[in-house]
Structure formats: structure tokens, C-alpha cells
Nanobody, 138 residues
Framework: QVQLVESGGGLVHPGGSLRLSCATS????????IGWFRQAPGKEREGVSFISSTDGTTVYADSVKGRFTISRDDTKNTVYLQMNSLKPEDTAVYYCAADLDSPPQYGSTWLRVLMGQSRPPYRYLEVWGQGTLVTVSS
């Protein structure tokens, strides 16, 4: 059974940085797509960034482009989200999620489909972490 466990959230001042981690366990295939969503109080869940295991392609929401970087370390079975220049509007619970069943895809198109799933039933995203809270405040 695949599990995702997020960590790294916390309180940070505007302009600061945090690195979130999504530790995976139980992955049976080397084809997967993992990414981050966030949900602020009273707002819809928003796709933030995704990365593909097939060719390393990454995609970002416009709201975080140039400030956030997603990466993966296969030796540690972990996906990271480096968040720089944080703003109060980045405050949210951050979730990692994975598509483990789709066939190999290359390029950004499939990642953007996954990132666009902001409402249930989150088709194709079989596994979710429990979330980690990021608060950006002075």
C-alpha cells in the first residue's frame, strides 16, 4: 500500500523560505506523477506543482511560478517543494498527491490535467497525504 507523508510546514515571515517534503513508501512502479495541492480556509483546493518520474517534467501554478521549485530524490523516495519569497497568500494546508496508475506520459500536458483537479473526486489521484500547514505571517 502506497503512503505519502508530508512534513516541513510551519510559521514563516513574509519573504522567507520553507521546504516541504513528501516521503513515499510502497511504490511498486517507477512510473508515477506526484505533486502538491494547497487549501486555504474557505477556499477551493488549488494545484500548486507536479513532477513526472518519466522525464522529470515539472509544472507550476502561475501564482507560484518563479518562487517555488519541485524536485525529487529517488534515493530517498521523497518529493520536495522548495518555497521561496513566501507571501501571506501562500498560507494554506499543503497536500501531496500521486497518480500511480496512468501509463507513461511525457511533457507537461498530463501534469496540467492532474494539477487542475481542484474538486472531488480527484480522478486519477489515488493517494493523498495528510497535509502540512504553512503559515506566512509577520
Amino acid at each position: 500500500q502506497v503512503q505519502l507523508v508530508e512534513s516541513g510546514g510551519g510559521l514563516v515571515h513574509p519573504g522567507g523560505s520553507l521546504r516541504l517534503s513528501c516521503a513515499t513508501s510502497g511504490l511498486a512502479s517507477n512510473v508515477y506523477y506526484i505533486g502538491w495541492f494547497r487549501q486555504a480556509p474557505g477556499k477551493e483546493r488549488e494545484g500548486v506543482s507536479f513532477i513526472s518520474s518519466t522525464d522529470g517534467t515539472t509544472v507550476y501554478a502561475d501564482s507560484v511560478k518563479g518562487r517555488f521549485t519541485i524536485s525529487r530524490d529517488d534515493t530517498k523516495n521523497t518529493v520536495y517543494l522548495q518555497m521561496n519569497s513566501l507571501k501571506p497568500e501562500d498560507t494554506a494546508v499543503y497536500y501531496c498527491a500521486a497518480d500511480l496508475d496512468s501509463p507513461p506520459q511525457y511533457g507537461s500536458t498530463w501534469l496540467r490535467v492532474l494539477m487542475g483537479q481542484s474538486r472531488p473526486p480527484y480522478r486519477y489521484l489515488e493517494v493523498w497525504g495528510q497535509g502540512t500547514l504553512v503559515t506566512v505571517s509577520s
